[in-house]
């Protein structure tokens, strides 16, 4: 039986809220932090807050002044849609993508909003240095020596099934408001993942319908209802989602735009997990038992133990990647592994 309603968010514990020096920004707290939490008020006074505030016209205005004259890929649903961006009954998305200047599709939403319609339109990630002029600098957040990477979300009421990225994360609430679920990344078993290579946008997500849970099909979902944490976004207010949490996340106004940057703790030269992990699918999952035992040993001992053992009786001068990865030595091996796949 499904638990309807979509409720089960008010029975979650509250992601908590921290304070931070408004002379220094929250770069201090960023450093070395593995649990999320909220910064209520972080960009309240940028421009775009200020222009969502006014009107849900006034923040599209306000983007379109500062928007470069080249494509935007826009996701889009069919009439009658209910904003979740996920698969339709055959497994394929229930949403069409395309491209088109920010002008046209938010004059779109214009139109939509005066004719009292409700679309589904969601510019997913946008790319803020190569897509605006001026945005960032003007809607700016401190974050020390961080050189994050910077994405602008920009749609109607969405609802994204729950996914987690490999990066850091800090999110801005601009304009609108969002609710986040967020859950660690050990719940991963409890969320009832769909397929890797197959996905609304890139990452593996969560198969379970947060509005109407079907604990009778994902019973273990109760298990991550027990580790969830929840919180809505006001405009101004921010949320630090560290490295693999799984968030669930909602536009709740009829027009919504969140500013966030991701950063990683690792040089931006070492390989992404990700791409490891589907390597392995293709080599080592579907090999005979006994062999993928010997394999998982020999991940142990190169990779997850990687003790003295790996390299005390080889030369320093001659261990290779065996020592600790520098960015010639990651080139090569990125250069090695690009040949092996190649064949």
């Not at 957040?141 to 990066?167: C, M, Q, Y």
């Not at 020999?298 to 009786?313: G, K, L, R």
Request: glycine fraction near 8%; proline fraction near 7%; charged fraction near 25%.
């Amino acid at each position: 039986m499904a638990e309807q309603g979509g409720g089960f968010t008010d029975r979650l514990a509250r992601v908590p809220e921290r304070s931070w020096d408004k002379g220094a920004g929250p770069g201090a707290l960023l450093e070395g932090a593995r649990e999320p939490f909220v910064l209520r008020g972080l960009v309240a006074d940028w421009p775009l807050v200020a222009a969502g505030k006014r009107s849900a016209r006034d923040a599209r205005r306000y983007l379109l002044n500062h928007a470069r004259d080249r494509p935007f890929k826009v996701s889009i649903g069919p009439p009658g849609h209910d904003g979740r961006l996920f698969y339709d009954d055959e497994m394929q998305m229930n949403f069409r993508v395309g491209t088109g200047k920010l002008a046209d599709i938010l004059g779109g939403i214009d139109t939509a909003e005066a004719r009292g319609e409700a679309r589904t339109v969601y510019m997913a990630s946008i790319d803020i240095p190569s897509h605006f002029d001026g945005l960032d600098e003007a809607n700016a957040v401190e974050l020390g020596d961080r050189d994050p990477l910077k994405s602008i979300w920009i749609g109607t009421r969405t609802k994204i099934a729950a996914h987690n990225d490999f990066p850091d994360n800090l999110a801005c609430c601009a304009v609108g408001r969002r609710r986040f679920t967020l859950f660690p990344p050990g719940a991963f078993r409890d969320l009832y993942l769909g397929p890797i290579d197959n996905t609304p946008a890139g990452r593996v997500v969560s198969l379970v319908d947060f509005d109407a849970p079907d604990l009778a099909a994902h019973p273990r979902f109760v298990d991550a209802m027990a580790e969830a944490l929840t919180v809505e976004l006001e405009p101004g207010d921010a949320i630090f989602i560290p490295s693999m949490w799984w968030h669930h996340v909602e536009g709740l106004a009829d027009f919504n735009v969140l500013i966030n940057y991701w950063w990683r703790r690792t040089p931006a030269w070492l390989g992404q997990p990700q791409a490891a992990l589907n390597h392995a699918i293709l080599a080592i999952r579907d090999l005979p038992a006994e062999d993928k035992a010997i394999w998982r040993e020999q991940f142990d001992h190169y990779v997850f133990d990687n003790d003295a053992s790996v390299t005390d009786h080889i030369p320093e001068t001659a261990r290779s990647i065996l020592a600790p990865l520098t960015s010639e030595t990651a080139g090569r091996l990125r250069a090695f592994l690009l040949r092996a796949l190649s064949k």
